[in-house]
T-cell receptor, first 114, second 115 residues
Framework: KQEVTQIPAALSVPEGENLVLNCSFTDSAIYNLQWFRQDPGKGLTSLLLIQSSQREQTSGRLNASLDKSSGRSTLYIAASQPGDSATYLCAVRRSGGSNYKLTFGKGTLLTVNP | DTEVTQTPKHLVMGMTNKKSLKCEQHMGHRAMYWYKQKAKKPPELMFVYSYEKLSINESVPSRFSPECPNSSLLNLHLHALQPEDSALYLC??????????????FGPGTRLTVL
């Protein structure tokens, strides 16, 4: 059974800092990994999708890496801003079987202080 | 148009009521999903529709009844719910060809409270 773990559970940083969020998964047989952002009481916003054959993806100040063999992904946020405050979720899509399904981590609650 | 819309935003219902949640997308996606999210927990998959046919039911109780009337619309009919069904209900969509490789796009959710 695929399990996804996100560390840390919560992170508070001052504005302007670069930061790294971590995601690990137990089964390396995945199609892809997707990072989401969720504001309180809101839906999920897709940030980056990394296919299993890729090593990283970049969008603006965000950079996500994937090391499938070790079961790890990181989300790097450069020059953090108060507007980045949200919960960040990673989710993996397993290969084989029910590949419709995303398995989510519990998220990292990020607070960026002005 | 790259968004998924959901109505209503908030819903309060009694245990004997019948209500429906609605989801709509105009991205041409032929896979649509319902997720349930409890507070401070990750989303949990409930149903998947592919080409307007139910593909996945994650052992969801029959008091939740999904419907996909056309390729743009997804409904979730609710009847005789329990207070523990109170949650944020999220709809998502994706392309269906090579589904495993495709990004899922989520709507803003419906906050459901069952009294």
């Amino acid at each position: 059974k695929q399990e996804v773990t996100q560390i840390p559970a919560a992170l508070s940083v001052p504005e302007g800092e670069n930061l790294v969020l971590n995601c690990s998964f137990t089964d390396s047989a995945i199609y892809n990994l997707q990072w989401f952002r969720q504001d309180p009481g809101k839906g999920l916003t897709s940030l980056l999708l990394i296919q299993s054959s890729q090593r990283e993806q970049t969008s603006g100040r965000l950079n996500a890496s994937l090391d499938k063999s070790s079961g790890r992904s990181t989300l790097y946020i450069a020059a953090s801003q108060p507007g980045d405050s949200a919960t960040y979720l990673c989710a993996v899509r397993r290969s084989g079987g029910s590949n419709y399904k995303l398995t989510f981590g519990k998220g990292t609650l990020l607070t960026v202080n002005p | 148009d790259t968004e998924v819309t959901q109505t209503p935003k908030h819903l309060v219902m009694g245990m004997t009521n019948k209500k429906s949640l609605k989801c709509e997308q105009h991205m041409g996606h032929r896979a649509m999903y319902w997720y349930k999210q409890k507070a401070k927990k990750p989303p949990e998959l409930m149903f998947v529709y592919s080409y307007e046919k139910l593909s996945i039911n994650e052992s969801v109780p029959s008091r939740f009844s999904p419907e996909c009337p056309n390729s743009s619309l997804l409904n979730l009919h609710l009847h005789a719910l329990q207070p523990e069904d109170s949650a944020l209900y999220l709809c998502a969509s994706s392309q269906v060809d090579l589904i495993a490789y495709n990004e899922q796009f989520f709507g803003p959710g419906t906050r459901l409270t069952v009294l």
